[in-house]
């Protein structure tokens, strides 16, 4: 027969059927079993008499009677005297299982991390920066709400510019401070800024950041190392590489002045000097990071090389390690002829940190909570630092800490050749911690076998299962 189709009103419901196959009887029943089984007939669905649904469709009632009868037979109908044609209670349609997903290997995360560059992000003043950021909220004027000034808020520079000068001994005038979404952001502007002042080169520390240094090469810049030893980083190569003899074109150099990274020593003062001298001898900047400067245990933080010289430093700082990473803040103090340059840069590039968080800040170091916590922190820290010294002794007495008692990272010397085995050890231990051989520059061979422990990243409850796990891998 030729397929054919007709709507016939169940329920108060059209039904659309199509009645396929070599005759109307099947086409029907296969027609009404394919509604039944796809749900379009729910069970208890009472069906029309046989008079009116052959009516609907054209057909003789017996062809009708004889696929319900059949129907009924099969389990898809039940028919009663007085209540009707019904579809089958237990004829619900039968829906696919979904297929289960393939598995897939779990990879699971380290029990314990000692990565460096992370402070304990458990320790995060929820409730102190929520009350800051009511209250910046409540007292932000309109236009604090559109594009902005592409220096930042004002109220964040200000207060900036005070608590510099008080904790770090920063020169900040508010109108050389730029805010920015923390450390790159910072460098990457100074790259392009760099870039187009014609510099050719800026000379970094033979132990540093990859992420740093991709950056100035991005930027078209060279990377020439300068060597490190116990007094820190050697300045007074920097005379070398501008030599005509030399690398030409260093017109930059980017240090960790305060608390070399990953290191951990401290610029000595000579070489402080001169670094100075070599910028005003020179024309050159230098590029500093303080990226932990406010955390030293030993005795008070060294002030910023900035101080020495605001025309010839520039001063890079951040939320990152006092507060969070998360916060994407971060701040650039710029000697004059260079602050409009980077305010075009970051214009052009339209990277801003949230105006609410830069003003929540403000509010925050006003309020003088950014000092409670920052002390509050210092001695978290130094306490785990302790804890990690006195358990080297104890436990692992041939493993010494080198670098300052500063910062949110330890460095522990190893036995030569020794790295790689304890890091896979401590692999297997569930244990995440970083091998100084990480960090070295591309054109430096790697000096000796050490671990950079970030004693500041696991929270309270995981420090002492970090240290405990650690310990069992040393040598």
Excluded at 136 to 152: Q, S, V
Excluded at 344 to 369: C, N, P, R
């Amino acid at each position: 027969m030729t397929d054919s189709w007709a709507n016939t009103s169940i329920a108060g419901v059209d039904l659309h059927l199509e009645l396929r196959g070599s005759g109307l009887r099947s086409g029907l029943m296969d027609a009404l079993r394919d509604a039944i089984r796809t749900g379009r007939l729910a069970p208890g669905t009472r069906l029309p008499s046989s008079r009116s649904l052959a009516a609907d469709l054209g057909i003789a009632r017996n062809t009708v009677a004889d696929a319900y009868a059949e129907l009924v037979a099969e389990g898809w109908l039940t028919a009663r005297q007085g209540s009707g044609t019904r579809v089958a209670r237990r004829a619900e349609p039968r829906r696919a299982a979904p297929a289960a997903p393939r598995a897939r290997p779990v990879r699971r995360g380290p029990a314990y991390s000692l990565m460096p560059g992370t402070p304990d992000l458990a320790a995060f003043p929820r409730a102190q920066w929520l009350t800051a950021a009511r209250r910046a909220l409540t007292a932000a004027p309109h236009e604090a709400f559109g594009y902005g000034d592409p220096r930042g808020r004002i109220e964040l520079r200000t207060v900036l510019a005070d608590y510099l000068a008080r904790a770090r001994g920063v020169y900040a005038d508010p109108g050389r401070i730029v805010v920015c979404s923390g450390f790159v952001h910072g460098l990457s502007l100074l790259g392009k800024v760099l870039a187009a002042r014609r510099v050719r080169a800026v000379a970094t520390e033979s132990y540093g950041l990859d992420e740093h240094r991709r950056l100035l090469t991005a930027a078209g810049l060279r990377i020439p190392a300068l060597a490190l030893d116990a007094r820190g980083t050697r300045t007074e190569d920097l005379a070398g590489l501008s030599a005509p003899a030399g690398a030409r074109g260093v017109g930059a150099v980017l240090l960790t002045p305060a608390h070399q990274f990953p290191t951990g020593v401290a610029l000595h003062p000579d070489r402080r000097a001169a670094a100075v001298d070599w910028a005003r001898g020179t024309g050159g900047l230098i590029l500093e990071d303080d990226y932990d400067g406010e955390f030293r245990y030993d005795r008070q933080p060294v002030g910023a090389l900035q101080g020495l010289d605001p025309e010839r430093v520039v001063y890079l700082g951040t939320a990152s390690k006092s507060l969070a990473p998360g916060l994407r803040l971060g701040w650039l103090v710029l000697p004059g002829e260079l602050a409009g340059e980077v305010v075009a840069a970051k214009g052009e590039v339209g990277w801003a940190s949230s105006a609410l968080d830069q003003l929540t800040l403000a509010e925050f170091i006003a309020s003088g909570a950014y000092d409670r916590h920052v002390r509050s922190s210092r001695l978290r820290y130094r306490r785990r630092r302790d804890q990690l010294v006195r358990a080297l002794a104890d436990r692992a007495p041939g493993i010494s800490v080198s670098g300052i008692a500063a910062g949110l990272h330890a460095v522990l010397e190893l036995p030569p050749g020794s790295e790689r085995s304890v890091i896979e050890a401590a692999a297997w231990q569930g244990l995440a911690v970083e091998g100084l051989s990480r960090f070295v520059h591309p054109s430096t061979s790697p000096g000796r076998d050490a671990l950079v422990v970030g004693y500041a990243t696991p929270p309270d409850s995981a420090w002492t299962g970090a240290l405990d796990a650690l310990c069992r891998v040393l040598p």
